[in-house]
């Protein structure tokens, strides 16, 4: 980013004319150098006799001329004469250029005509011209007037100069320099009082110049100014300014840290409503000011220190200074100080963890992970540069780097003729801000051609929150262009069934940090399992991470978990002995310490040919959770709406609606005797159909397995109210006959009263 708007200047050379042989400084044994533009050579050699005992004058015969003359010797020239009426780029054109160009502005401008009117000057004076000159020229008049204009000149560069001294240009409040002096000032005015210095930035800002332009991130820096100078308005125990692209720093008086943190949080949810496609997050680091002999100096590296503490905490984004920082800085200097040396020199070597599904014990897939050997400190752990790296930015190199090592390896197996399975890669939340992303991807996957299906890209659930919208077109356009998409973490956020429903991902993975040791209730198997099967109804496949132990691989087999990733099956490991693995030897089945106890997958998967019988079965089939005597439908066909006529299923939560209470006790009795057996019960009751009528039910229940702490039950429904009418008549005929009906009608009107 440009941090103040006369680096135009600089580039220009501009400032090189200021202090190198330009207007101020100059060698005063040299003569000003006075551009005359005029198409009229008679005019030109008038003029160059006039000012040639002052001036050494440098001809021009246009407009077109005289700019490639200011182009190639703008630090040299102090004025410009310059003629209205040309052939050739007249003098309106000039001025119209002049304008516009910043560079040239400080080389005053006299207008030379014939005739001047109200309409022209007005004209000229709103175009730049600075004076004007009669024709014919009185020689006094010239020489004063270009004197006058060459003077004042000097006086406004001088201004500008003293201007760029104490202030910022680009935001107009105090630069580094003046900030610490009036810093010092106020702190001796006010020796009584606690003042914290605070330092301030924007997390990535790097990419708001990189993805939105460097004009966006001089308006939010310009935003920022203004938002502190409104909330110290009126204040005399405050200072501000800026300290360099986009660190601001201010010293305020403060009667407890609680009054800071509320600021902070104040001017963080100011800034999340300002109108730009990025998450802007500010940084607080804070240094709260033991002793007044400290200069601001030494409490500005204080409190960056605290800001680099802060960096990447997308929770709190603000911290104190403490001793202890000094020390983690060092370390984490450390790392930054050699991180592009080791990219350059390939430290960081890619490892592979392979994925295996649970119904095979066979390798599926892997990640590419990427360790650093550190030729002195040996195999750096990923948690501790990996963070650095995403908050300096670096981490979009190292993913770039992990990505083509990928493709180069998967192009290697493919030419040694072998059948390489997908490899998954990780998008950290950085890399998500490059608008060009996806192309970036394509690009390197094409150049190594390699199939779409080999190259899976993982994102985490977290980066997602971060920026939801740029998330959601991102992959949806890999998905477009053929990638699979896995969601990384999944239910690590506060939000995670509202990120299924805006987003479309091919791959769950989730960790099996909920199945705690200490969950005595099983709520955490529970959720497993509901995720799982939720999964499958979105026709997503489930990864369950971080698997270390038999009983984890027990209970994701008994969900329904199609794939497992963790230490139980493999660790990361070199590229040799995933080859190994995958190529040298036959998949050999994993020795199985456990049977799966059902395969739920065939409940769930929209694709199985069991969903299909599920869905077109004639008679209703409902699919029932089970435990603690407390029974939940959770699934029902088309048929089960038909048997009773409803449209929806209003009874989830109590399923003896409509049930008369005598029959309660039996149809619990039924789902205990399937449960505790694990055999096939049969049990018949009456139930009112939507439109009032009773029916009689014939209710086969089946064990299909335990997930969690449940069990699953299924059960077919067979409407026998035609038969079971039948047989009462038969028996009412008979009874008849005996001459018993009163002793069954009376048996009748008491089951009725019961209900």
């Excluded at 939801?468 to 990384?488: C, N, S, T, W």
């Excluded at 619990?668 to 049990?683: I, M, N, P, S, V």
Aim: glycine share 6%; net charge negative.
């Amino acid at each position: 980013m440009k941090r103040n708007s006369d680096f135009a200047m600089i580039k220009s050379g501009f400032f090189n004319g200021i202090f190198w042989g330009g207007r101020i400084g100059e060698n005063m044994s040299e003569k000003s150098k006075v551009l005359v533009v005029d198409d009229k050579q008679v005019e030109r050699v008038m003029m160059k006799r006039i000012l040639s005992g002052t001036y050494e004058v440098i001809e021009a015969e246009n407009g077109k001329e005289a700019f490639e003359i200011l182009y190639e010797r703008s630090t040299e020239i102090t004025a410009v004469l310059l003629d209205i009426v040309m052939p050739e780029y007249d003098g309106y054109y000039f001025l119209e250029r002049y304008h516009k160009a910043q560079m040239y502005q400080a080389i005053p401008v006299i207008v030379l005509t014939m005739e001047i009117d109200i309409e022209t000057e007005i004209k000229c004076l709103g175009m730049g011209a600075w004076d004007f000159i009669r024709k014919p020229y009185d020689v006094d008049v010239v020489r004063f007037r270009l004197k006058n204009v060459i003077g004042s000149s000097s006086q406004n560069i001088s201004k500008a100069l003293k201007y760029r001294a104490e202030y910022d240009i680009l935001t107009g409040i105090y630069n580094k320099t003046n900030m610490f002096q009036a810093t010092s000032a106020m702190l001796e005015r006010y020796p009584d009082r606690h003042f914290a210095f605070v330092r301030m930035d924007i997390e990535k800002f790097q990419l708001i110049n990189s993805f939105f332009g460097m004009s966006a991130g001089d308006m939010l820096l310009k935003y920022i100014a203004d938002l502190l100078i409104c909330a110290v308005r009126n204040r005399s125990d405050v200072t501000f300014g800026r300290m360099d692209a986009d660190i601001f720093c201010f010293c305020v008086s403060y009667e407890n840290t609680k009054e800071l943190v509320e600021s902070f949080d104040k001017m963080r949810d100011i800034l999340s409503r300002y109108p730009l496609d990025f998450d802007i997050v500010p940084i607080f680091g804070v240094y709260l000011i033991a002793g007044k002999k400290i200069t601001p100096d030494h409490m500005y590296d204080r409190a960056n220190l605290a800001a680099k503490h802060c960096k990447g905490n997308y929770i709190r984004n603000y911290a104190f200074y403490t001793r202890q920082m000094s020390q983690e800085i060092e370390k984490e200097q450390r790392i930054v100080n050699s991180m592009k040396s080791a990219l350059e020199s390939h430290e960081f070597v890619v490892f592979y963890q392979p994925k295996y599904g649970l119904s095979d014990n066979q390798i599926a897939g892997a990640e590419a992970l990427v360790r650093w050997k550190h030729p002195e400190r040996g195999m750096i752990s990923p948690g501790e540069f990996i963070p650095v790296f995403e908050r300096n930015g670096f981490i979009t190199k190292l993913d770039y780097y992990v990505w083509e090592q990928t493709c180069i390896q998967l192009r290697k197996w493919m030419d040694e003729r072998k059948n390489p399975l997908p490899i998954s890669v990780n998008l950290s939340r950085v890399s998500l801000y490059n608008k060009d992303i996806v192309n970036v991807i394509c690009n390197l996957v094409d150049s190594y051609r390699i199939p779409r299906r080999l190259f899976q890209v993982e994102l985490t659930e977290s980066a997602y929150n971060t920026n939801p919208k740029a998330v959601q077109d991102m992959m949806q356009r890999l998905r477009e262009e053929g990638f699979y998409i896995l969601m990384d973490d999944f239910g690590s956020g506060y939000s995670s069934l509202n990120v299924l429903k805006d987003i479309v991902v091919d791959v769950l993975k989730m960790d099996m940090k909920f199945f705690a040791g200490d969950d005595r209730e099983g709520r955490g198997e529970n959720i497993m399992a509901a995720v799982i099967r939720m999964a499958k109804w979105l026709n997503m496949p489930v990864v369950a991470e971080g698997v270390e132990r038999i009983e984890q691989v027990e209970f994701l087999r008994s969900i329904g978990c199609e794939y497992v990733q963790g230490y139980y099956f493999a660790k990361p490991m070199p590229v040799e002995e995933y080859e190994k693995l995958q190529f040298d030897r036959p998949h050999a089945e994993r020795k199985k310490e456990t049977e799966r106890l059902v395969d739920i997958d065939s409940l769930w998967t929209p694709a199985s040919q069991l969903e299909s019988l599920f869905l077109n079965a004639k008679q209703g089939v409902a699919v029932y959770e089970y435990g603690k005597e407390q029974i939940e439908i959770i699934r029902v066909n088309n048929a089960y709406y038909e048997v009773f006529g409803y449209q929806n299923i209003s009874q989830k939560k109590d399923i003896f609606q409509g049930i008369p209470k005598r029959y309660h006790k039996r149809i619990l009795d039924a789902f205990f005797y399937t449960a505790d057996k694990g055999r096939e019960t049969q049990c018949e009751f009456s139930r009112k159909n939507e439109a009032g009528e009773e029916i009689f039910i014939s209710l086969k229940l089946y064990d299909v397995g335990i997930v969690g702490n449940k069990h699953i039950i299924y059960g077919v429904f067979l409407n026998v109210t035609e038969p079971k009418q039948l047989e009462w008549e038969l028996e009412k005929y008979r009874l008849l006959l005996s001459g018993k009906t009163k002793d069954r009608e009376m048996e009748q009107e008491k089951e009725q009263s019961e209900e």
